[in-house]
T-cell receptor, first 113, second 115 residues
């Protein structure tokens, strides 16, 4: 019940296209859902995050959509650029599980020029 | 600049040898974490520490040990009991109770290879 499922495992998008990565969870106690971006050989960096009291959050070209009833959330990257090529991790956390994030397995995004 | 420093960036270990990975943060964060990353397997929690002189096992603690003698430092020792230690190791930290705003701050990682 502590797992976060993420799909697809890998994604190839043309420059200017929309990249969509999906995550699903079971634990309804999760109350914070961040997305992390990781470039090769680097540590992950917080990209954008959402709480379940809103259905959408947008920051520049990145948008999180959240569906509380379906227990799903997704990351949309508009106008994808080659510089967006990285691995993306969704995560979730709940006070009931202490301060430890549960991470999805990651999606490797490649944006073709 | 505040951040997390992991060293070394690359580390080679011989069979049967213990090695220690360093993690130092100057963010005044209470909680620190060690994750292991293998290709296609995401991030797996090894150990974490919420306060000084206290730490807890994560999901894959066998073959690893940690200490938390100072707030700024959380070194990880990969012992000879860890049968498959080749991986990318990530250290992270966060303010206790403030994960909702900033999430984790990660270091740049240490790539450990058994030779």
């Amino acid at each position: 019940q502590q797992q976060v499922k993420q799909s697809p495992q890998s994604l190839i998008v043309q420059k200017g296209g929309i990249s969509i990565i999906n995550c699903a969870y079971e634990n309804t106690a999760f109350d914070y859902f961040p997305w992390y971006q990781q470039f090769p050989g680097k540590g992950p960096a917080l990209l954008i995050a959402i709480r379940p009291d809103v259905s959408e959050k947008k920051e520049g070209r990145f948008t999180i959509s959240f569906n509380k009833s379906a227990k799903q959330f997704s990351l949309h990257i508009m106008d994808s650029q080659p510089g967006d090529s990285a691995t993306y991790f969704c995560a979730a956390i709940s006070d009931n599980y202490g301060q430890n994030f549960v991470f999805g397995p990651g999606t490797r995004l490649s944006v073709l020029p | 600049d505040g951040g997390i420093t992991q060293s070394p960036k690359y580390l080679f270990r011989k069979e049967g040898q213990n090695v220690t990975l360093s993690c130092e943060q100057n963010l005044n964060h209470d909680a620190m974490y060690w994750y292991r990353q293998d290709p296609g397997q995401g991030l797996r929690l090894i150990y974490y520490s919420q306060i000084v002189n206290d730490f807890q096992k994560g999901d894959i603690a066998e073959g690893y040990s940690v200490s938390r003698e100072k707030k700024e430092s959380f070194p990880l020792t990969v012992t000879s009991a860890q049968k498959n230690p080749t991986a990318f190791y990530l250290c992270a930290s966060t303010s206790r109770g403030a994960y909702g705003e900033n999430g984790y701050t990660f270091g740049s990682g240490t790539r450990l290879t058994v030779v």
